[in-house]
């Protein structure tokens, strides 16, 4: 960072306002953003209400706008401060939608206290989506002439299926860079796990409970199963690591099998959840998962087993620690923290894979409070957090 950009950084970090932050995402709170989920899509069951007002937002604040439908009521909206030249740009990219509110009292009541935000998506993750709006609002306050492009994008499902992210990955915008503001306590997460899901199911005979000797019972069948895969984690534990994200996990997830207890069941299903490195290939976890089950139809001869389409397919991400905006955050971390930071994987899986531009996951809030029933972020965060976002435009942008 030169002399000028450096006096730039300063005068916009001094700048920064907890006031307006925290009223932009009050007002997000308060907007109904529900994921539908499997369900259909509506009023408080979708991203078009808070799309709408997040492109007022950006319009307000001088960018150039647009939308585009990854569903029906379902956009991804965009906005764009143009810079002089065509490159370098920089995303600053986040989720529109939350998780249901199920059992949550007053979720759409945002509220302040002992310097935290409460309310449903407020860490996960208006916070974010309303510091980007700060970082706008700071520059056309000042009047700033950046050399580069920077755009604001808020996206559609990142809680369920991910079509919106999908639809910018075939669509665009794309970036030289990017930055996810989902909730990692402000660290610096340039990797995460993948997320590859399926079925396993069993089969048997049914007949009445009374006589089990003439059926074939597909639950034991699938304990069979759950038992041949007990030590799996045990044999990822001795691959090698990613760097950041250590090993791969396998966790069975969702099991389900018999009609009713007088009858022997004929089918049972297991989901599997196996979270995966950048190096890994869907294609051998699915041998992993054979290799294991196929000895157990020497045990029983009448042993059938399936292996479904994937019911969860994420990409993982790897972003290289080197990434100028990776690094730029990083000494904007180390700078308000006071001691050296470094990079780190983020735990979840994230919209970041299907951006197709490089992208790493840095924002305000902790996943212990995401989807809990007590949501909050810290308002002090969501400050640094801009000044974070606001080093990245300054370094890569000005």
Request: net charge negative.
């Amino acid at each position: 960072m030169n002399r000028q950009t450096a006096d730039l950084y300063r005068a916009l970090w001094a700048q920064v306002s907890a006031d307006s932050i925290t009223r932009w995402l009050k007002e997000m709170i308060a907007i109904p953003s529900e994921n539908p989920m499997a369900d259909a899509a509506r009023p408080g069951h979708r991203e078009q209400e808070i799309g709408e007002y997040y492109l007022e937002q950006m319009r307000q604040l001088g960018l150039t706008v647009g939308s585009r439908e990854a569903a029906p009521g379902r956009p991804n909206v965009f906005g764009t401060r143009a810079g002089s030249k065509d490159h370098p740009s920089l995303m600053l990219c986040g989720h529109l939608d939350t998780v249901p509110t199920e059992g949550y009292d007053e979720p759409y009541a945002p509220h302040e206290r002992d310097g935290r935000i409460y309310g449903r998506g407020s860490c996960d993750m208006k916070a974010g989506l309303a510091c980007y709006l700060e970082v706008a609002r700071l520059l056309q306050d000042a009047d700033v002439t950046l050399s580069g492009s920077l755009m604001l994008c808020g996206v559609a499902d990142e809680e369920w299926q991910m079509i919106g992210s999908r639809e910018i990955g075939r669509n665009g915008p794309f970036a030289d860079q990017c930055i996810i503001g989902e909730p990692s306590n402000l660290a610096v997460c340039p990797a995460h796990k993948g997320q590859y899901g399926f079925f396993i199911r069993t089969f048997g005979k049914a007949v009445h409970s009374s006589i089990p000797e003439q059926g074939e019972n597909a639950i034991e069948r699938m304990a069979r199963v759950v038992n041949a895969l007990s030590d799996y984690n045990e044999e990822l534990a001795t691959r090698d690591p990613h760097p950041l994200c250590g090993h791969g996990t396998y966790s069975p997830g969702v099991i389900r099998g018999g009609d009713l207890a007088s009858a022997v069941p004929d089918f049972c299903e297991l989901e599997i959840d196996r979270r995966i490195l950048p190096s890994d290939v869907a294609e051998d976890v699915r041998k992993d998962i054979a290799q294991r089950l196929e000895p157990l139809k020497q045990q029983d001869p009448g042993f059938r087993y399936e292996l479904s389409d994937p019911s969860w397919d994420i990409p993982a991400n790897d972003l290289s620690v080197e990434a100028p905006v990776v690094q730029s955050l990083l000494n904007a971390s180390t700078e308000l923290s006071g001691q050296s930071e470094t990079a780190q994987s983020f735990p979840g899986a994230t919209d970041a894979p299907n951006l197709k531009t490089p992208a790493v996951v840095c924002g305000p809030g902790a996943l212990a409070q995401a989807h809990s029933l007590n949501e909050f972020v810290e308002i002090e965060q969501c400050v640094r957090a801009t000044r974070m976002y606001l080093r990245a435009v300054v370094d890569l942008l000005a």
